[in-house]
């Protein structure tokens, strides 16, 4: 079964310094997604992207993140000047159909932690 | 946005007996209800969803019911097994998002 993939499983990182987190989503998947999750807590949303541009993004997204699909298969996160709390699970998620009907698939996550 | 509230925050239940979580959301143009299991560590993963076009769906031991008029959606599992432990969310869409519940930790006793 087609799945997501993302790297790293597991980044430790100073603060002040960039991480990019990668997924690749399921092949034939139009929309894709980031979520964060702090440790027991909720899974939050982050940014949404369909047709190589930003659907939505949340106001945790701020100018410290960016994402990028520079291929036709990898999906990326980019933290610029990570912060204590940006301590979290990432997801990466896909979606072959619009968020409104279509089941949403999750990457098995990336780890950050921020010393 | 969507604003989805979620309840109980956690559930202890005895080994057979049933667990009801349920969900509220805000946006009235939400007709797409998934829920999702997240084992310790694990990945969210869909266990049922439901559309709004129709009030309950059931797949073996899990079912969810909607409430369209009253903006409301429930998990139920019944006879309840040690691997139904978990944290649950419900989710409802918004725009070009899938907004997530605060989750349920459900704890089956043997």
């Known amino acids: 079964e087609p799945e997501v993939t993302q790297t790293p499983s597991h980044q430790v990182t100073q603060m002040g310094q960039e991480v990019i987190l990668r997924c690749v989503p399921i092949s034939n998947h139009l929309y894709f997604y980031w979520y964060r999750q702090i440790l027991g807590q909720k899974v939050e949303f982050l940014v949404s992207f369909y047709n190589n541009e930003i659907s939505e993004k949340s106001e945790i997204f701020d100018d410290q993140f960016s994402v990028e699909r520079p291929d036709g298969s990898n999906f990326t996160l980019k933290i610029r000047s990570t912060k204590l709390e940006d301590s979290a699970m990432y997801f990466c998620?896909?979606?072959?159909?619009?968020?409104?009907?279509?089941?949403?698939?999750f990457g098995e996550g990336s780890r950050l932690t921020v010393l | 946005g969507e604003n989805v509230e979620q309840h109980p925050s956690t559930l202890s239940v005895q080994e057979g007996d049933s667990a009801v979580i349920k969900c509220t959301y805000s946006?009235?143009?939400?007709?797409?209800f998934p829920w999702y299991k997240q084992e310790l560590g694990k990945r969210p993963q869909l266990i049922i969803d439901?559309?709004?076009?129709?009030g309950e769906k059931k797949d073996q031991r899990i079912a969810v019911t909607l409430n369209k008029t009253a903006k409301h959606f429930s998990l139920h599992i019944t006879e309840t097994q040690p691997e139904d432990s978990a944290v649950y969310f419900c989710a409802a869409p918004n725009d070009y998002k899938l907004s997530f519940g605060a989750g349920t930790t459900v704890t089956v006793r043997a």
């Open positions: 439901i559309r709004s076009n129709v």
């Open positions: 998620a896909s979606s072959g159909g619009d968020p409104l009907t279509g089941e949403l698939f």
């Open positions: 946006d009235s143009a939400s007709n797409y």
